[in-house]
C-alpha cells in the first residue's frame, strides 16, 4: 500500500497526489494508494476544502476518514507522534533536525517533507507513508505524461465559457492568476501576501517583450477587484469568477504564457500548459518569510521572476 495524507485545496491536492501516484509507478504500479481524508472533516468541507480529485480523471485509490499515522507500524508510530509534538522553531536548527529525522524515517518508509525538506527515495519496505506537500517537481515529473491525462477534469468543457476557450485558443493568451481573498486576511497577509498591484503591472510589461500582440485573461478570486484596478492597453477576458475549480484549472491551462502568483493553484495552471513555447512569470520569491524561500523550490529556474518587496 501507498499511503498518503491528503490535505488543502485543489492546488494542494495536486501535488499530494502527484508525488504519491509518483511513488505508485516508482515501485512496479501494482500498488493501491490509500488517501486520509480527516482534514477535510476539521474544515467541515468548507471555504474549498473538499476532495477535488473526485473531478478529474485520477487512477483509482481508496479513501479512508482516519489519518494515515494510524497505519503507521506501532515503533514508527511512537516516535513520529513524538516529534511533531516538538514546537516548530522559527530559525534553521528546527530545520536541520528535521530533515535529519526525516531522512530515518524514510528509511523505513514513512515520507514526510516539511518546509523543502525530502529524501524521494524509494523505500523497499511493504508499506509508504507519505505526509506533506511536496511542492517540487522532482517528485513527480517523471510521469508528467500520466498527470497530464489525470487531471484532466471529467466533465466537458461549459458552454458557457465557449467565447472564453476560442479566445485563449486563438491568440496569443496569457493566462493572469490574482490571487487574494485570504492571502489579504491578518491570519495569513504577514506570510503569503507578495504579489501586489505592482508585481502585476510589472510582469504584464515584462511579458510584452516576449510574447508578440499578448491577449490577458484574468483569472481571480476577487474578479471585481481586478477589473477595477488593473488596466490594460491589450486585448483582455475575464473568467466570471463563479466556475468550479475544475472549469477554472482547464481554462487556466488552456492559455499559451502566464503571469502566477505565489499561489499552488496557479502554480499547476502553467506547468499543465500544453504550449511548446510558453512564457511564465513569477514573483522571485514565494512567501515574506525568508528562511522558508531558502528551500522552496516552486519558482523554477526557467520562469523569470519580477522582484517583489518583502511586506512584514
Not at 8 to 22: H, K, M, T, V
Not at 26 to 55: C, P, S, W
Not at 73 to 100: C, D, V
Not at 238 to 267: A, Q, T
Request: a positive charge; hydrophobic letters at 35%; aromatic letters at 16%.
Amino acid at each position: 500500500m501507498i499511503y498518503f495524507e491528503q490535505a488543502g485545496r485543489l492546488g494542494n491536492q495536486l501535488f499530494r497526489y502527484a508525488a504519491a501516484r509518483a511513488m505508485q509507478v516508482a515501485r512496479g504500479g501494482n500498488e493501491r494508494i490509500v488517501a486520509g481524508m480527516t482534514n477535510y472533516e476539521a474544515h467541515q468541507y468548507k471555504d474549498g476544502f473538499v476532495d477535488e480529485l473526485v473531478n478529474f480523471n485520477v487512477a483509482d485509490f481508496k479513501r479512508v476518514n482516519q489519518p494515515i499515522v494510524s497505519f503507521y507500524p506501532l515503533s514508527n508510530k511512537i516516535i513520529y507522534r513524538l516529534l511533531i509534538q516538538i514546537p516548530k522553531l522559527k530559525h534553521r536548527s528546527w530545520r536541520t533536525f528535521e530533515a535529519n529525522w526525516a531522512k530515518t524515517f524514510n528509511r523505513v518508509g514513512i515520507q514526510f517533507t516539511h518546509d523543502g525538506y525530502y529524501d524521494f527515495s524509494i523505500p523497499k519496505t511493504k508499506n509508504v507513508f507519505m505526509d506533506g506537500n511536496f511542492q517540487d517537481i522532482k517528485y513527480f515529473n517523471g510521469i508528467k505524461d500520466i498527470l497530464f491525462k489525470e487531471f484532466t477534469p471529467k466533465r466537458p468543457e461549459k458552454k458557457e465559457n465557449e467565447e472564453l476557450y476560442k479566445a485563449i485558443r486563438s491568440t496569443n493568451s496569457v493566462c493572469i492568476s490574482i490571487r487574494r481573498g485570504d492571502f489579504l486576511s491578518s491570519e495569513f497577509k504577514g506570510d503569503f501576501f507578495v504579489c501586489g498591484k505592482d508585481y502585476f503591472l510589472k510582469a504584464m510589461d515584462e511579458i510584452k517583450k516576449h510574447v508578440e500582440n499578448p491577449t490577458f485573461i484574468f483569472f481571480s478570486d476577487d474578479i471585481d477587484w481586478v477589473r477595477q484596478n488593473i488596466k490594460v492597453d491589450v486585448p483582455c477576458y475575464y473568467e466570471s469568477g463563479s466556475d468550479p475549480v475544475w472549469e477554472k484549472l482547464r481554462l487556466m491551462y488552456s492559455c499559451k504564457h502566464f503571469i502566477i502568483s505565489n499561489s499552488s493553484f496557479s502554480w499547476w495552471a502553467q506547468y499543465l500548459g500544453r504550449y511548446s513555447g510558453k512564457v511564465v512569470i513569477s514573483p522571485d520569491h514565494w512567501y515574506n518569510n525568508k528562511d522558508i524561500n531558502a528551500t522552496c523550490k516552486m519558482i523554477q529556474p526557467e520562469f523569470i521572476k519580477i522582484p517583489c518587496p518583502y511586506h512584514e
